[in-house]
């Protein structure tokens, strides 16, 4: 098992009976009984379970967890998802200060473009994207992460719609 800890989450990295690498992220138990943080929590399992791109982590299909702790009798929450192996972009560009080339910025620029129409196309907004939130896999891959305060949109077209459509039928 790998640990790691972020601002309200721990992640604990494993492999499943297939072998296959995940993380169970789990909220912290300071933040168990915050319910805008709860809510936060459970709405990234929702969105995450919603959204299908190579560029963003997939998540278990029962993938939100709820159990009782041994020591406390406390509920804590969690979420199985997949493990993305690599180095997020903040710390890349810290090791490396700069990006190599031409063509690989632009191969970044088009990976993020495409996971970013794909997010917008199923109606949310990431509302984070940062370096830190960017993960590059081995493999050149990007993948964008931790999407704990992504915002569900309707877009200004399709609200003008429904109200002249409304006004139509008054």
Request: hydrophobic share 35%.
């Amino acid at each position: 098992y790998e640990i790691s800890t972020r601002d309200w989450s721990s992640d604990v990295c494993s492999s499943d009976l297939n072998g296959d690498r995940k993380v169970i992220k789990v909220l912290n138990l300071d933040y168990s009984s915050n319910p805008g943080i709860l809510k936060l929590f459970e709405q990234e399992y929702r969105v995450l379970s919603n959204l299908n791109h190579p560029g963003i982590p997939k998540v278990e299909i029962d993938g939100y967890l709820r159990f009782s702790c041994p020591h406390t009798q406390e509920i804590l929450h969690g979420l199985v998802m997949e493990k993305i192996e690599g180095e997020d972009l903040g710390k890349w560009v810290r090791a490396n200060q700069k990006i190599a080339n031409e063509a690989q910025a632009i191969d970044w620029l088009k990976q993020l473009t495409d996971i970013l129409d794909h997010v917008h196309s199923q109606s949310y907004v990431h509302r984070d994207i940062k370096p830190d939130n960017i993960m590059l896999k081995p493999n050149g891959q990007l993948v964008l992460i931790d999407f704990g305060i992504v915002k569900e949109y309707i877009q200004k077209t399709q609200r003008q719609t429904i109200a002249n459509t409304r006004d139509r039928k008054s």
